[in-house]
């Protein structure tokens, strides 16, 4: 069993490394810059993945450009989102959990987002307007 205080150091190391993420990423542009990787999978295929352009949209969320956010992935908002949602749920201390309804939590909810996930990999490389726009700028 894991004791209070390397659980206390735990959080504190995951929240220091988070924060300065967040800060090389507001900083310091991923279009501009050469810091920060390249899609594995797009250099080696020249296919656009899930999470292509999701760099480029953290830094711009973190400057509170939700239309550049869009232009760069357009799944970044709600996976975000449904993150927060389940990171909330599951690890603040809340009086009434039940007052959260339990989608995440669904029996089907895993096939959903796989089916939603795959639809919006495929389509973004397709190169016909209007799946275009799926694509990353």
């Known amino acids: 069993m894991i004791s209070n205080r390397k659980k206390i150091l735990g959080v504190i190391v995951f929240g220091v490394v988070f924060f300065g993420i967040l800060l090389l990423y507001f900083f310091y542009n991923p279009s501009n810059s050469y810091y920060f990787p390249q899609c594995p999978f797009f250099t080696a295929t020249g296919y656009y993945c ?37 990171w909330i749920r599951s690890y603040t201390p809340l009086k009434n959990k039940k007052s959260f309804p339990d989608i995440i939590y669904h029996p089907k909810t895993p096939i959903v987002l796989f089916i939603l996930i795959s639809l919006f990999t495929i389509l973004r490389n397709i190169n016909l307007y209007p799946f275009t726009l799926l694509a990353p700028e």
């Open 50 to 86: 899930t999470g292509c352009g999701s760099q480029r949209a953290l830094h711009d969320l973190l400057h509170l450009d939700i239309m550049g956010v869009a232009k760069h992935n357009l799944l970044f908002i709600p996976a975000f989102l449904l993150i927060a949602y389940h």
